[in-house]
C-alpha cells in the first residue's frame, strides 16, 4: 500500500512537501466538505491510482505491529502478513481520510482499529494482480 503511494517519491506526499498540492489530488479537510466524494474527480497519482492519500482511510491486510527494526545502512525484508483475519487483531488503516489536515495525510502515516469496526471514514480498495506482461507494459510507459 505504501508503495502503490508514495510511488517513486521521496517526499511524504507523492505530490510534494507543500500541503496546497495535496488538493489537486486528494481530499482533505481544506476542500472535502465535509464528506466523501466519488473516486476519479482529482488526479491521480504517478502509477494511476486514485485517491491513495485522503478520502477514506484504506483497510489493510497487514496488522498493526510497530515497524521493524533494520541495522544502519540496511533495508527490511517486506514479509505479507497472514490472510487469516483476527477480528481481535487491529489491521491498518492507511492514506487518510477528507476529515483530516492535509499534514496528516503522509505515505508512512498509520492508523489502525479492530476488522469489525466500521465507520464513515474508512473503506476498501479492490485490487487484483496483474499479469506479467500488464506489469512489463506499465513499466515501460512510466519510463
Not at 35 to 49: A, E, I, K
Not at 53 to 77: F, I
Not at 82 to 103: A, I
Not at 109 to 124: A, F, K, Q, V
Request: charged letters at 20%; one cysteine or more; proline letters at 6%.
Amino acid at each position: 500500500m505504501e508503495y502503490a503511494t508514495r510511488t517513486s517519491a521521496a517526499t511524504a506526499q507523492y505530490i510534494g512537501e507543500k500541503g496546497e498540492l495535496l488538493g489537486k489530488s486528494a481530499w482533505s479537510q481544506n476542500n472535502a466538505q465535509e464528506q466523501t466524494w466519488p473516486v476519479g474527480r482529482l488526479r491521480p497519482n504517478d502509477l494511476g491510482f486514485f485517491n491513495m492519500q485522503g478520502n477514506v482511510y484504506t483497510w489493510c491486510q497487514e496488522r498493526h505491529r510497530p515497524y521493524p527494526t533494520a541495522s544502519e545502512g540496511t533495508a527490511v525484508e517486506d514479509q505479507e502478513d497472514e490472510l487469516g483475519v483476527d477480528p481481535t487483531d487491529s489491521r491498518l488503516l492507511r492514506g487518510g481520510s477528507f476529515y483530516f489536515l492535509p499534514s496528516l495525510m503522509c505515505s508512512a502515516y498509520r492508523n489502525h482499529d479492530l476488522p469489525t469496526y466500521r465507520y464513515y471514514l474508512s473503506g476498501i480498495r479492490p485490487a487484483r494482480t496483474l499479469g506479467a506482461a500488464v506489469v512489463t507494459l506499465i513499466a515501460s510507459a512510466l519510463r
